[in-house]
């Protein structure tokens, strides 16, 4: 069974351009989740999505962050215009409900300079 | 506001001995997790503990859960180079409504 993608692995920007997260979940997982590591601090919760409704989006820094879920199953993740503290590791995680687990995919790592 | 503290955030050791990770938390937690990270990978999953005295064990980890201490271990055993990771454990709860809240990680490398 294919686990959770994510697509780049790598993107190096300028700031003030954009860039585009993906992220594909395990098949038949409704509910997808967006985490952010920057640098040196904890990861932290960016929205949560149950199909393709956002279920919750508290964690979303600001406007300039827009997360789609189209069809409810792939998502995507778009920074428009990047900032320098943007930077980081942003982490996709779609939950398998008969065990409460999370499973994560590899990472999508965003250098904005 | 929900907090996870990790301790220790560093720790080398040698092959063969035992160690633990604590997690405290600041709050009612429904549920507490462990991941382990490799460099450059994705999180995995290792344990997910529900109750309190929960106790979990896969090969030479074992996880606990003390939900009145808002507490729980990662306990080592007879470490291995190949455990060499980054730890991580979350909660989530009502506080939090129900979005994973994470400890700082604790990075563990076992010397041969």
Redesign the interface.
Known sequence: EA??TQFPSHSVIEKGQTVTLRCDPISGHDNL?W?RRVMG?????LL?FVKESKQ?E??MPNNRFLAERTGGTYSTLKVQPAELEDSGVY?C?SLDSS?????????TRLTVL | ELKVEQNPLFLSMQEGKNYTIYCNYSTTSDRLYWYRQDPGKSLESLFVLLSNGAVKQEGRLMASLDTKARLSTLHITAAVHDLSATYFCAVDSWDSNYQLIWGAGTKLIIKP
Request: glycine content about 16%; hydrophobic content about 25%; charged content about 20%.
């Open positions: 686990g959770v989740y985490y601090k904890e990861i932290k919760f949560h919750d508290s964690g982490f995680a065990t409460d687990t999370q499973y994560f995919g590899p990472g």
